[in-house]
Structure formats: C-alpha cells, structure tokens
C-alpha cells in the first residue's frame, strides 16, 4: 500500500525567514507529485506538479519554488517568507494524468 | 454552485434528507473530481467522472456530469451525521497532458440529527 507523509505537521515562521516542506511517498515507484496551497476556508490552488525526478513545472508564482530530488520526495521552499504564505501545504500523488490524486496529511503554516 | 469569486458555500441539512451540490466548469474537461475534505485533513476523492460519462454512483453518492452545459452535480442521498465536511470538485483543462487540477470554491455541507 502507498503511504504519502509530510513533515513538518505544523509551522510557525517569521516573515522574511525561510522555509522548507517535505513529502514522500512510499509503496509507489514514478508517481506525479503536486503541491497545493490553501487558506484558512478557502479552496485548493495548485503550486506545482512533477512528473518525474529533476523536473518541476510551476503553476502559479507565490514566490516559492519546488524541487524533486529524489523519485520519492518532493520538496517546497522559499528563501523569505510573506505573511501571505501563511496557510495549509498539501502535497499529493497520482498514478497519472487526469487520475486520482492521493493528498498527504499537510503542514500547517503560519507566517508572523 | 462552485466557481467563479465567490466564498465557500455552506449548506445545512437535517439527517435523512437528500442535498445536491452544483459545479460549473469553466473550459472543456476531461474529468471532474470530486472530493471531501475533513476539518484538518487532506481532500480524498469520493468520485472521479469522465466526459464520457453522464452519471456515477458510489453508494449514496451520485455525480452527474454534463459537458454541453460545462456542469456537474454530487447528490448524497439519506445524508447521515458523518457526511458533515467541506466538498470540492475539481477539473483539469482537457486535451493533451494536462496535469494541472482546478479546484471549485468548495461547499461546506452540515448535516444536523
């Protein structure tokens, strides 16, 4: 069974610090990885998305980056954080294009 | 329905009724995603319906979609307690490798004893 984990579970930063997110996933080799972005009672934005190690393509620009180092990890930084960053990180999975996505837990974030 | 500037929706129902939340869509889509969302944790995917498809059921749930109109609509039916959580569909841009989701604006549904 694939299991998807994210750390930390929960933030809390100053602005103009920096930051750095994790996801892996385990049980499932290649898998599409996507960072999503929501505010407190609000909808989800997707931020990027990978198909495959090295290669990260942005959705929307928040000033954060995405890398994937490895085929089972995917990372999410930034260098100064703006209180706009504040919110709930998920990260999630698919098998492939138009197919499921399976979301992490998330880390909840707070910028001050 | 979901979509366009507004806030999450929020909707308040009694146990044992019947509820159905809309989705309109802004471009052609492949598939459209529903999802739930529990306070605090991740969306999982309650059910994924193709263009090809008018209609979907998962036990109690219904999706219908509709691509003349660019809609689509999740149905619970008996709603219980449990079903107390926020809901999303989503869609993706259609044709080609498209791995980008766009998610609605959600619908909080409350389901009350």
């Known amino acids: 069974a694939q299991t998807i984990h994210q750390w930390p579970v929960a933030e809390i930063k100053a602005v103009g610090s920096p930051l750095s997110l994790g996801c892996t996933i385990k049980?499932?080799?290649?898998?599409?990885l996507y960072w999503y972005w929501q505010a407190t009672g609000g909808t989800l934005q997707q931020l990027f998305y990978?198909?495959?190690?090295?290669?990260v393509e942005s959705v929307v620009q928040l000033n954060l980056s995405a890398s994937r180092p490895k085929d089972d990890q995917f990372i999410l930084s930034t260098e100064k954080l703006l209180l706009s960053h504040s919110g709930f990180y998920l990260c999630?999975?698919?098998?492939?294009?138009?197919?499921?996505?399976?979301f992490g837990p998330g880390t909840r974030l707070t910028v001050l | 329905s979901q979509w366009g500037e507004e806030n999450l929706q929020a909707l308040s129902i009694q146990e044992g009724e019947d509820v159905t939340m809309n989705c309109s869509y802004k471009?052609?889509?492949?598939?459209v995603h529903w999802y739930r969302q529990d306070s605090g944790r991740g969306p999982a995917l309650i059910i994924l319906?193709?263009?090809?498809?008018r209609e979907k059921r998962s036990g109690r749930l219904r999706a219908t979609l509709d691509t003349s109109s660019q809609s689509s609509s999740l149905s619970i039916t008996a709603a219980q307690c449990e079903d107390t959580a926020v809901y999303f569909c989503?869609?993706?841009?259609?044709?080609?490798?498209?791995?980008?989701?766009?998610f609605g604006k959600g619908t909080l549904l409350t389901v009350t004893p």
């Open positions: 999630a999975w698919s098998r492939g294009v138009y197919a499921e996505q399976f």
């Open positions: 049980g499932k080799s290649s898998p599409n």
């Open positions: 990978s198909i495959t190690v090295g290669q």
């Open positions: 471009t052609y889509t492949t598939v």
């Open positions: 319906i193709r263009s090809n498809e």
């Open positions: 989503a869609t993706d841009l259609g044709g080609g490798s498209n791995y980008k989701l766009t």
